[in-house]
């Protein structure tokens, strides 16, 4: 018997975030002057943070019903950087402390350096009203 390999599993969803964050990244890196626009990838880019560490806790639970431990633990590590960046990030929007979001979003520039983006795929409709969103919450 070969072995099932699921496509709609925890990795899709993480490569779907990551591709996401760098083309949000990209987008506000063109950007001259704060507005509304980068206000809403920067939430954009918090929802997809975390959106990357619940893949990483389901892929966990995976490796850890196996037993494999050691490569649950090497991914873990891999990954602990996404909670802190996110809580980081929606801190500045959430205490209006935009002169400091160059600072994070170059933290966050070498995470997504592997990400090839040759064209931007994500519609404006999907951060379209992000940041009213993480603002409500």
Not at 22 to 41: G, I, N, T, Y
Not at 46 to 57: K, R, Y
Not at 81 to 104: C, F, K, R, S
């Amino acid at each position: 018997m070969s072995r099932v390999v699921t496509t709609q599993g925890p990795g899709k969803a993480r490569n779907y975030h990551r591709r996401t964050i760098a083309e949000a990244l990209r987008r506000l890196s063109q950007k001259a002057q704060l507005d509304d626009e980068a206000k809403d990838l920067a939430a954009l880019i918090v929802f997809s943070l975390h959106g990357i560490a619940d893949t990483v806790d389901r892929t966990i639970e995976a490796w850890e019903k196996r037993d494999y431990w050691m490569k649950a633990e090497r991914f873990r590590e891999q990954w602990r950087w996404t909670e802190p960046a996110a809580d980081e990030l929606g801190a500045i929007i959430y205490n209006d402390q935009w002169d400091e979001l160059p600072a994070v979003l170059a933290q966050l520039m070498p995470h997504f350096a592997d990400v090839t983006v040759k064209q931007m795929t994500r519609k404006p409709a999907l951060w379209r009203g992000a940041c009213e969103k993480f603002l409500s919450k």
